[in-house]
């Protein structure tokens, strides 16, 4: 079945350091790919998302490429802040599909300190 | 963006009693959705509605499940009988459109089984 692997469960930086977080995934039919963010006592936030081959999503600083040859959808931002603290979510969708469930990855927890 | 609100944010019962945890979802959105989170662990789907009908539904959504938006109103979510296992944060989420439209979620309500 379709599924999104979150390869860091937990990333410590300290501010202004270069933040990635790695999504690969896997789709049998045609994938749309989100990331969202989750802060403690709160659901989920969309940030962005992307469905062609090389579409860039990006939002508040962070980006990320949708790459169909290596399946992937990895998360970055240059400069991270305390405020970034928080669990990352990329998730999974199906452009033909209306309605359909989302797929999420285990979650990355990312911790900035000042 | 655009706000889902769900009511109550915490609920404890008794093993056994029912429960109808309340998603508001944003206004113009035709498709709703249920999640359920266990504490510290990923994001799993439970069911999707559209046009008064259930779309599709996971393993997790036992028979002891039920969901309904009548007359546009919230859209519910009830477990009748409770059981230990069913204590987790329960989102809700809705978007406009299915496929690779954005799903927008609710604060989470906590239900705790005792």
């Known amino acids: 079945g379709d599924s999104v692997t979150q390869t860091e469960g937990q990333v410590a930086l300290s501010e202004e350091d270069f933040l990635t977080i790695h999504c690969n995934y896997s789709a049998s039919g045609y994938p749309a790919l989100f990331w969202y963010v989750q802060y403690p006592g709160e659901g989920p936030q969309f940030l962005f998302r992307a469905s062609r081959d090389k579409e860039k999503g990006s939002s508040r600083g962070f980006e990320a490429t949708y790459d169909k040859g290596t399946t992937s959808f990895h998360l970055r931002k240059a400069s991270v802040q305390e405020s970034d603290s928080a669990v990352y979510y990329c998730a999974l969708g199906d452009l033909r599909q209306g309605g359909r469930a989302l797929i999420f990855g285990t979650g990355t927890t990312v911790s900035v300190s000042p | 963006g655009p706000k889902v609100l769900q009511i109550p944010s915490h609920q404890i019962i008794d093993m056994g009693q029912m429960v109808t945890l309340n998603c508001d979802p944003v206004s113009n959105h035709l498709y709703f959705y249920w999640y359920k989170q266990i504490l510290g662990q990923q994001m799993e789907f439970l069911v999707n509605f559209y046009n008064g009908k259930v779309m599709e539904k996971s393993k997790l959504f036992k028979d002891q499940f039920s969901v309904e938006r009548p007359d546009g109103s919230y859209f519910t979510l009830k477990i009748q009988p409770t059981a230990l296992e069913d204590s987790a944060v329960y989102f809700c989420?809705?978007?406009?459109?299915?496929?690779?439209?954005?799903?927008?979620f609710g604060p989470g309500t906590r239900l705790l089984v005792l």
């Open positions: 989420a809705s978007s406009l459109w299915g496929g690779k439209d954005t799903q927008y």
